[in-house]
């Protein structure tokens, strides 16, 4: 933000554009790496729990609201159960799919 500000010919709105992209592109990059750890240890299906925890975690911290018919105890527990298989997998060094 700092650096974009500096720039001559550039709004406010566009360095917040630029600043929420950036963001974005981090949590992105942050996500598609816990889901492809997932996949490795645990395979496809888990990798699609995983994802759609994230999408509900997104939807919250980002617009402060949960789709209507979403179980915020249940995705709880789906994620703590899906933490539990992955740290015993890694800890057991048991790759689902080998790279």
């Known amino acids: 933000?700092?650096?974009?500000?500096?720039?001559?010919?550039?709004?406010?709105?566009?360095?917040d554009y630029?600043?929420?992209?950036?963001?974005?592109?981090?949590?992105?990059?942050?996500?598609?790496?816990?889901?492809?750890?997932i996949q490795r240890y645990l395979g496809n299906a888990e990798a699609l729990t995983y994802k759609r925890c994230y999408d509900v975690r997104?939807?919250?911290?980002?617009?402060?609201?949960?789709?209507?018919?979403i179980n915020i105890v249940d995705y709880h527990h789906k994620l703590d159960s899906l933490s539990n298989k992955l740290l015993y997998a890694i800890i057991n060094k048991k790759p689902k799919i080998s790279r």
């Open 18 to 37: 630029f600043t929420q992209r950036l963001q974005n592109l981090k949590q992105e990059s942050i996500s598609a790496a816990c889901r492809n750890l």
């Open 58 to 69: 997104s939807q919250l911290v980002h617009d402060g609201t949960i789709k209507d018919g």
């Open 1 to 15: 933000r700092e650096k974009l500000s500096e720039l001559e010919d550039i709004s406010d709105n566009e360095i």
